[in-house]
């Protein structure tokens, strides 16, 4: 079966709506593994354990690289770097991968839509992902943005990994005097919530884009996110600094009724799960929300900054993340885990489909 499944995900082909597809087969179960913030120049031991797991689907959320320059010889060297280690070359031969950038492959560090050279690098950075010559993703006018979509109708996976880059706004600063004083004691970072509620991260056009996703029919959504969504402040990036996109998407899941989404996020260097339990009605939307913070594949931060949602403990070592979807059930469960250097689980939670389902359709 495990070959099977493997090859549904290698042979997935363009569909429309800058989404892809494959023929649909039944599955006895789904192991999709990401992680965020792999430094090129480092060494990374933590492909031994993901390349052991025999995954379906491994999903790259951004700081792939290290690249922080505007020279793109500098940055196309840094993805041969990238490309030569061997245990990415190992996981890449035997596991389907998909990706999405951060800041740091995007080309600076917290940049945005200022980033002068964001053509030169999406071309650098999609031919080394190998995206079909004819993706969209080479040409859109605002940004690399795109979902994939897995399974028949009874199991589809869907999975949207929007660009959170491209078309972003400035952000909102505190003074230095503020942030030393202030915030840096708390482990928190320089910025603040955008009182501007035009700011966007998406921009208009993609943000139509996204609602068209949410509204396809899928078992599971899984929103791809660089950025954590769901705490709500941390003073680094995310999109609680830009809190009118977050109530947008919420407010799009509860319109359209999207059932069973799920977020994956990355960028933090510390790893952590984050549930909206028992406040979800705070969050316009009428179930519980789960996101899993995968970061980093080699980046490590020891100043973890706080979060109320978090469930459990968070780790400051290197981690990977995995959604396992057990479709044997009547009622499929979900394991949520993170995982650390050696592939030992280090947190996990377990959820019925049932729990994050509540629309009927």
């Not at 120049?41 to 959320?61: G, R, S, T, V």
């Not at 999406?122 to 993706?135: A, H, Q, T």
């Amino acid at each position: 079966m495990k070959k099977i499944i493997s090859l549904l995900f290698i042979s997935m082909i363009p569909a429309p709506a800058f989404t892809q597809s494959y023929t649909p087969v039944k599955l006895t179960s789904q192991k999709i593994l990401f992680g965020s913030c792999s430094h090129q120049d480092k060494a990374m031991p933590i492909f031994n354990a993901i390349n052991q797991e025999n995954a379906d689907l491994f999903i790259f959320l951004g700081d792939n690289v290290y690249g922080d320059t505007e020279n793109m010889s500098h940055l196309a060297n840094k993805y041969t770097l990238l490309g030569n280690n061997p245990g990415i070359k190992t996981l890449r031969k035997n596991t389907p991968t998909i990706a999405i950038w951060d800041d740091h492959d995007y080309g600076e560090n917290d940049a945005g839509v200022e980033y002068p050279q964001k053509e030169a690098s999406r071309k650098i950075m999609l031919d080394f992902w190998n995206e079909p010559k004819n993706s969209s993703r080479y040409t859109r006018k605002d940004g690399i943005y795109t979902s994939y979509m897995y399974g028949d109708p009874e199991q589809k996976v869907h999975v949207i990994m929007p660009d959170l880059r491209w078309n972003r706004d400035k952000l909102n600063t505190v003074d230095n005097v503020q942030y030393l004083s202030e915030r840096k004691p708390k482990k928190m970072g320089p910025y603040s919530p955008s009182k501007d509620v035009n700011a966007s991260m998406l921009g208009e056009k993609q943000w139509q884009w996204l609602e068209k996703e949410l509204a396809q029919p899928a078992k599971i959504k899984i929103i791809a996110s660089s950025l954590q969504l769901l705490p709500e402040f941390t003073g680094w990036e995310s999109w609680a600094n830009f809190p009118h996109d977050r109530n947008r998407l919420l407010t799009l899941i509860k319109k359209h009724q999207v059932n069973g989404v799920i977020i994956i996020s990355g960028d933090t260097h510390w790893g952590e799960i984050s549930n909206v339990l028992n406040d979800a009605s705070k969050l316009s939307i009428d179930y519980p929300l789960w996101e899993v913070t995968s970061s980093g594949l080699t980046e490590e931060w020891k100043d973890v900054s706080p979060n109320k949602h978090r469930v459990g403990n968070y780790t400051h070592k290197v981690n990977y993340g995995e959604l396992l979807i057990n479709w044997k059930l009547t009622d499929p469960l979900i394991t949520l885990s993170i995982k650390d250097v050696n592939g030992k689980v280090f947190t996990k939670n377990s959820l019925k489909l049932s729990e994050i389902s509540p629309y009927k359709k």
